[in-house]
């Protein structure tokens, strides 16, 4: 199979940024997921917010959260200097701490220091033009409900000519058919400099003038964000819950497939030894017609052994061969983070099989195997990317719930994924 075509039509992913199904077992992307809010918050005061009251609220933070009209900065609420000058009641005003704008340019003073959102819903209510756009409303709404009812009743009793002439003496099929009432103006009128729809505007519809940021333009309050949860578009399985608190930096679950598949890296060198290091691997660019060996780590993150199988995809101008096609992966263990000691192939004479471990194996430590493979281009690219199938498989912890309860047999997964090389420009 000719992998450069599908490699130019695919979009390749890093392992970090996979997730894995342990229903399916198989790898999901990005594309293979389904997103759903886990919760809501607010990102200033870190409130948590019902998700009953998200569309009551706009998706907007209920509290004294507001973004500055001018520097979007948030804005703080402070007791105006001049309140308590005549002796009378303290007032508030919100207050920009960086361009030192505040709520008295555009005519905002509170009575109270909390509950600032419901403080400008019900100065906003008793404007003229709100009250407007509320009548209107009500207006479209009762001519679609009468609409919606009108409808039903003429399909339901129009079948018969009993029920056409029930209709045409109630006087229900004469309002259908004829037009709504006009609708008259309750607060609002036309004056004769302005047209009628100027003084009009919907504070909820996050209007922004082509000028930019006004002073006298009204905060906004700070729209909320949400965290998500990913299921497996096939199955539904939960592949990521977060924690629903907006503090909590944890999952619940958290299916990553880092966890669950071998991870394929480029190292840069091999340690031999105790305290040796062997010298740097094979760095200079690659040419035309001349053979470099590639050394791949693959490092296992299960606590079983995993069987993996390396074939080399087939490319049109660069020859790959897999010196050690086959191989098997210890498991991961917390001793090999704490053991000095380093197990190699290569510095131990007299292994068993060890001229193929020679050939193909070139380093063992703890969990991870480092294998060579021979890349040979045949023509100059600006970038090289070699196309592996790794295929791998391990037994799963768990019993097998499809197998007869006088067997104790454990399920055997398979996967097999596709795994792209970038080794760098050939001259």
Known sequence: MDTQPQLAALRTWPIEKLYYCDDCSQVRCQRCVIEEP?????????????????????????????????CTHVLAVVEAESSRGDGGQPCFVLSC??????????????????????QIERMRAAQPAAKEYTSLLDYWRSVQRASATANSASHSFSTTNSFKHRLTSTGLQNNTSSNPPPYTAASYRRSADKPPLSDMAISDANYVSPAGNS????????????????RCRICHHILIKPESKAQATRFKIQLMAANFLPTVTLPRALP????????????????????????????????????????????????????????????????????????????????????????????RQGNRIAIQIQ???????SCLSIPLLVK????????????????????????????????????
Request: glycine share 6%.
């Open 97 to 118: 701490a960086v361009c030192l704008w505040d709520s008295r340019e555009i005519g905002w003073e509170f009575e109270k220091s909390t509950g600032i959102s419901a």
């Open 38 to 70: 886990a919760g809501y918050h607010c990102p200033n005061c870190l409130f948590d917010v019902p998700t009953a009251s998200v569309r009551s609220e706009k998706n907007c933070c209920a509290r004294n959260c507001f973004e500055c009209p001018v």
């Open 375 to 381: 890349v040979t281009p045949q023509a100059s690219t």
């Open 215 to 230: 002073r006298n333009s009204e905060p906004q309050r700070i729209r909320l964000h949400m965290k998500l949860s990913r």
């Open 272 to 363: 031999r030894g105790r305290g040796t290091m062997l010298g740097p691997l094979n760095t200079d660019p690659l040419r035309v017609g001349v053979t470099v060996p590639v050394v791949l780590r693959f490092t296992n993150p299960l606590y079983t052994e995993v069987e993996v199988s390396v074939v080399a995809g087939r490319m049109r101008d660069t020859q790959v061969e897999v010196l050690e096609p086959q191989f098997t992966l210890p498991p991961f263990a917390d001793l090999w983070e704490l053991d000095d000691d380093d197990y190699d192939v290569m510095s131990t004479p007299g292994t068993p099989s060890s001229e193929t471990a020679r050939r193909g194996i070139v380093h």
């Open 392 to 427: 791998c498989s391990h037994m799963d912890e768990m019993a097998d719930i499809d197998a007869p309860e006088s067997s104790a047999s454990r399920r055997v997964v398979s996967n097999a994924i596709w795994v792209y090389v970038s080794l760098g420009a050939v001259n």
